[in-house]
Nanobody, 116 residues
Framework: QVQLVESGGGLVQPGGSLRLSCTAS????????MAWHRQAPGKERERVAV????????NYADSVKGRFTISRDNAKNTVYLQMNSLKIEDTAVYYC?????????WGQGTQVTVSS
């Protein structure tokens, strides 16, 4: 049974930091590209960061570049999203996604709220 379980969300003040984690099971994690997406209320889901299966290449949305860092630990079947200098507009549900060829898996999401 495939599972992606996100954790680490919560309430943080503007300028603060959070680290999201997504732990995978039920598939060969090291073979999959991993990504973080987010969806704010009333908006479409958008991809914020992606990392290749070996971790050698990453890519970020312009809105988070320089503030967010995606990383992975294939020994722990886990992908991370370090979020620094958080802004109110970063408030959203954050989802991790695993992709390989025609296979795609999503986590259930974790809420991140940035508010003073």
């Amino acid at each position: 049974q495939v599972q992606l379980v996100e954790s680490g969300g919560g309430l943080v003040q503007p300028g603060g930091s959070l680290r999201l984690s997504c732990t995978a099971s039920g598939f060969t994690f090291r073979n999959y590209i991993m990504a973080w997406h987010r969806q704010a209320p009333g908006k479409e889901r958008e991809r914020v960061a992606v990392i290749t299966n070996t971790g050698g290449t990453t890519n970020y949305a312009d809105s988070v570049k320089g503030r967010f860092t995606i990383s992975r630990d294939n020994a722990k079947n886990t992908v991370y999203l370090q979020m620094n200098s958080l802004k109110i507009e970063d408030t959203a549900v954050y989802y991790c996604k695993a992709v390989r060829l025609l296979s795609e898996y999503w986590g259930q999401g974790t809420q991140v709220t940035v508010s003073s």
